[in-house]
């Protein structure tokens, strides 16, 4: 008997807090923010750059962790990331 977490036991844990406060800001700016920089609250409150926020959000949004913890926030960014890809694609192709 193996004494790791089954990974429907897994819990946020698994996600560092850095991770954890990423997932949450893109989440709660889902309900809007007019009129708010969203550069300025990612330097703010995570202080990081934009661009590293959004190339760690695009790994999270493929581990399986973040999606336990952010389900239907990971769901929604995967199927917006795979349509831009397409159309990406169909433009590329012609």
Known sequence: MSDSPAPETATSSDLSASDRAILDLEESWQTGNPGVDKETVIRERL?????R??????????????????PALVGRLQRVRSQKRKARSAQLLG
Do not use: C, K
Not at 47 to 51: E, F, G, K, W
Not at 53 to 70: G, P, T
């Open 47 to 51: 202080n990081m750059s934009s661009p």
């Open 53 to 70: 926020y959004h190339l760690r959000l695009n790994e999270l949004i493929d581990d399986e962790s973040a999606a336990r913890y952010a």
